[in-house]
């Protein structure tokens, strides 16, 4: 079965660019969830999304980021301009339920951004 | 406001012999905690979880978990360490409190080396 893909697996850009991250969860699953991680702040949720619908957003940043999912195989995280400091890597997982019905979560590779 | 902690950033152990990680938690409910390991490159894999029931639960790869209530613990081991389980590993907790919200929190990770 194929896994969570994420695309593209690296991004090196300039400050100022748009860069678009892309997810294709798991066929099925209804949660859809994107973290960042860095060597300073660990794992970070920045949004989850439930049957397409974004349901907590309060961990993104600011509003230079933004997440959309327009269908339940397919999600988006943008950020406009973008800055050195959002260098990481961006994860995105999905799961057949949420947390509360104790369901893991699935991740992809990840994707490495490098913002020079 | 929910926590985990992993006290430890790494781990150093000798192939064949025990291994374990430490993670300690604290909710406002009865937890439900859940093991994750990440190699390099990799995103996060999913090896137990813990929502009722035995203390002791078994997991992926010949790994289990004992969750401590009195202790707020929640250690990941392994009777006997492989090369190959040099990742670093992570402890992550939902709590079922409704103001909590339907996500997880993740420890800050530790890093297993395994020596031959």
């Known amino acids: 079965d194929a896994g969570v893909i994420q695309s593209p697996r690296h991004e090196v850009t300039e400050m100022g660019q748009e860069v678009t991250l892309r997810c294709k969860p798991i066929?099925?699953?209804?949660?859809l969830f994107w973290y960042r991680q860095t060597m300073m702040r660990g794992l970070e949720l920045l949004i989850y999304?439930?049957?397409?619908?974004?349901?907590?957003d309060s961990g993104m940043p600011e509003d230079r980021f933004s997440a959309k999912m327009p269908n339940a195989s397919f999600s988006t995280l943008k950020i406009q301009p973008s800055e050195p400091r959002d260098s990481a890597v961006y994860f995105c997982?999905?799961?057949?339920?949420?947390?509360?019905?104790?369901?893991?979560?699935?991740f992809g590779d990840g994707t490495r951004l490098s913002i020079l | 406001a929910q926590s985990v902690a992993q006290p430890e950033d790494q781990v150093n152990v000798a192939e064949g012999n025990p291994l374990t990680v430490k993670c300690t938690y604290s909710v406002s409910g009865n937890p439900y905690l859940f093991w994750y390991v990440q190699y390099p490159n990799r995103g996060l894999q999913f090896l137990l979880k813990?929502?009722?029931?035995?203390?002791l639960v078994k997991g992926s790869y010949g790994f289990e978990a004992e969750f401590n209530k009195s202790q707020t613990s929640f250690h990941l081991k392994k009777p006997s360490a492989l090369v190959s389980d040099s990742a670093l590993y992570f402890c992550a907790v939902r709590d079922p409190g409704k103001a909590a919200g339907n996500k997880l929190t993740f420890g800050g990770g530790t890093r297993v080396l395994v020596k031959p």
């Open positions: 997982a999905s799961s057949l339920g949420g947390p509360d019905r104790g369901q893991p979560q699935h």
């Open positions: 813990y929502i009722t029931g035995d203390n």
């Open positions: 999304f439930n049957n397409n619908v974004p349901i907590d």
């Open positions: 066929s099925g699953h209804d949660y």
